[in-house]
């Protein structure tokens, strides 16, 4: 077992001379081995060696009894121990899941590496695990042998050899009570189907840990193909391979803020790209939205409407949460462009923003304003925003678009209302 387990701490380049490698010790066979592996091998890694055990308090006096265990062993051998300890509620992923992230999270604040026991079983029985429940390239890599700081040297190590090695080396360990029940689907697995294949293959699980490891490295070649430092437009990305095209798309959810894309998550995202609508928008897990803008994918903007301002009939108004400046003046001349419009106005003078049903015409003829947009090619979002001036009759012109030809004056007296942008200031 020693040398499978120097062998994989040198595959992966899990330790370099000088550190501090605590291995997580829970008092059981795994992870005892690993202590004691650990320890044989700390001179020859020029390591410092520590030992971490988390107390979950889930067996009673059962769960006292291994942080006694432990504790005495390492007093024994002279092993710096941390202990951690907490009371595991089941959250919506369930007791399981609670307890490990108790665990990981215990582990990880400790100053140095981690070391877990996971072994060429562990390995197959995930693999299997996350085929039972669906799973793509990355499920199938099964256990990851470094995960920042956490390493997991024995996954060359099958449980046979584990105790083997504890015997030779006379190491003891508890068992846990709970591991004989068939509460977890991982227990389930282990006791009732993996007998049964390892009839057909005794090297099952070598087998499936070196598969497991080979598809790792299959997953990473791609996740280095599909990293972006902007993501592709959409007719890039519809002409990209599937398997390229979700890991981009996996990327840039994460990057928005859903934390654990799904399969159904990447699945939507996917359609809009190659939705026909190209505002088309999709909700995602986290309060996220992202929004088909033409060409590209982007998380939406908060969209919110444009609330009537009136406006006076001279002078100048600024309005900086819309980055505008307005001013109103007698005009001297007719002038009619994008930002500035010559009209005749009949009462008050006002923004909103569009409405259903409204209209205007321009040069090309008249045109609802959503048709308008999407003939622009303004996102869905900010349609709201774009100011429409207004008199008591209806619509004068549309900022940034020009003014309504039906409304423009064609002999003075009249108005001049000019947009300027502002600036933005530090």
């Known amino acids: 077992m020693l040398t499978d387990l120097l062998s994989q701490l040198r595959r992966y380049d899990m330790v370099q001379p000088g550190d501090t490698v605590y291995v997580a010790v829970s008092g059981g066979a795994d992870s005892m081995a690993l202590l004691w592996g650990m320890y044989l091998l700390r001179e020859k890694m020029g ?26 062993f390492c007093d024994r051998w002279d092993i710096p121990l941390a202990v951690g300890q907490g009371q595991v509620t089941p959250g919506k992923k369930g007791l399981e899941a609670a307890a490990r992230e108790a665990r990981y999270a215990f582990l990880r604040s400790l100053p140095g590496k981690i070391a877990t026991a996971h072994t060429a079983d562990d390995n197959a029985e995930t693999l299997l695990l996350h085929l039972i429940r669906g799973t793509g390239l990355k499920g199938l890599g099964g256990i990851n042998p470094v995960n920042g700081i956490v390493i997991r040297p024995m996954l060359d190590v099958t449980r046979q050899q584990v105790l083997t090695f504890l015997e ?74 599937p398997a390229l095209r979700s890991r ?39 309060n996220v939205t992202i929004c088909r803008n033409y060409d590209r994918l982007v998380p939406a903007p908060e969209s919110v409407a444009l609330q009537p301002i009136s406006l006076p009939e001279s002078g100048t108004v600024e309005l900086p949460e819309y980055r505008l400046r307005i001013t109103v003046s007698p005009a001297t001349e007719i002038i009619n462009t994008a930002d500035t419009f010559t009209v005749c106005p009949e009462g008050q003078l006002f923004l909103r923003s569009r409405q259903s049903g409204d209209n205007i015409r321009l040069p090309g003829g008249t045109k609802s304003l959503k048709k308008l947009f999407i003939d622009r090619k303004i996102p869905a979002a900010a349609r709201q925003q774009i100011p429409i001036l207004c008199d008591s009759r209806g619509i004068l012109g549309v900022v940034g678009i020009g003014v309504h030809l039906d409304r423009a004056a064609d002999t003075l007296p009249a108005a001049t209302v000019r947009f300027e942008t502002l600036e933005h200031t530090i």
């Open 47 to 72: 390591i410092k060696l520590a030992a971490a055990h988390f107390n979950h308090h889930l067996r009673g006096a059962e769960s006292d009894r291994d942080e006694a265990f432990v504790r005495e």
């Open 168 to 241: 030779e080396n006379h190491i003891p360990h508890v068992e846990d009570s709970s591991n004989a029940g068939d509460q977890f689907l991982r227990n389930r697995l282990r006791h009732d189907i993996m007998p049964l294949i390892l009839r057909e293959n005794p090297r099952l699980a070598e087998n499936l840990s070196a598969t497991a490891q080979r598809l790792r490295q299959d997953e990473t070649a791609l996740a280095e193909l599909s990293r972006f430092d902007e993501l592709p437009t959409v007719p890039q990305l519809q002409s990209l391979s």
């Open 248 to 286: 981009m798309l996996e990327q840039f959810l994460q990057q928005c803020g859903v934390r654990e894309p799904e399969a159904n998550h990447i699945a939507l995202a996917e359609s809009l790209v190659f939705s026909p609508n190209p505002s088309a928008r999709a909700n995602f897990p986290g």
